[in-house]
């Protein structure tokens, strides 16, 4: 999977995966940065209106990750909320933008034929 984050600050957004989040990377060409994303998994959601996409991190101690990442600076736009599925949060990008954080509460497809 190759996701896209659109930014209209490409190089902060791209120092902050680089710096804040602390993803390897190749460089395509001149500077352009393209990410090694953590484990992913993908999920289909019903809509009665437009199709939309949104991209979350998944962490494994949701109070342990925000507070590592407010002490880089990130800000988040709204506490930790239980869903039931899991804890929420999320956070402003470089740019413009906000992405999503949570804890799952749920099996992740991320373990997958992970060896035990």
């Known amino acids: 999977m190759h996701a896209i ?3 209209r600050e490409a190089e902060q957004t791209r120092a902050f995966f680089r710096d804040v989040l602390e993803w390897p990377s190749v460089d395509a060409g001149g500077g352009w940065l393209i990410f090694k994303a953590p484990p992913a998994e ?4 019903p809509t009665d209106g437009d199709g939309t996409q949104e991209l979350y991190l ?5 109070n342990a990750t925000v507070a590592e990442l ?15 599925w899991g804890l929420l949060t999320e956070f402003e990008l470089p740019g413009g933008g906000k992405m999503g954080l949570y804890e799952p509460r749920h ?10």
Not at 42 to 45: D, M, T
Not at 107 to 116: D, F, L
């Open 5 to 7: 984050v659109y930014t």
């Open 42 to 45: 993908v999920a289909a959601h």
């Open 58 to 62: 998944m962490c494994d101690d949701i």
């Open 70 to 84: 407010k002490a880089k600076g990130v800000v988040f736009t709204q506490g930790i909320s239980d869903q039931g």
């Open 107 to 116: 099996p992740v497809a991320t373990e997958i034929g992970a060896s035990s």
